[in-house]
């Protein structure tokens, strides 16, 4: 009997993970929206499922805006510029 308990804890805290690192967004705020209205607290779900406002949202908090200091996009890296881009050629066979 807790052989049954234990795996289905560890097939819980898989779904969990897989549920918040592979769904997309929206499903994502959707489960938090579904839990909310069922009377969990939304700021830990947003949290847990990482739905919380990002760059997106203005908040400032990642960094990436132009307050950093730094001016436009960044610098490609040195040399030839062959070398900073790979080109994949796809040939079709004629048969």
Do not use: N
């Not at 795996?7 to 909310?36: C, Q």
Request: proline fraction near 6%.
């Amino acid at each position: 009997m807790w052989q049954e308990i234990v795996a289905g804890i560890v097939v819980a805290i898989a779904a969990l993970h897989a549920a918040r690192k592979y769904l997309p967004a929206s499903v994502r705020e959707r489960i938090v929206f579904t839990l909310t209205r069922r009377g969990l607290p939304q700021d830990r779900l947003a949290r847990f499922f990482h739905t919380e406002s990002s760059c997106g949202s203005g908040c400032g908090s990642c960094g990436s805006c132009d307050s950093g200091g730094s001016s436009g996009p960044a610098a490609p890296p040195p040399g030839d510029g062959a070398s900073a881009r790979r080109v994949i050629r796809l040939h079709v066979s004629k048969t």
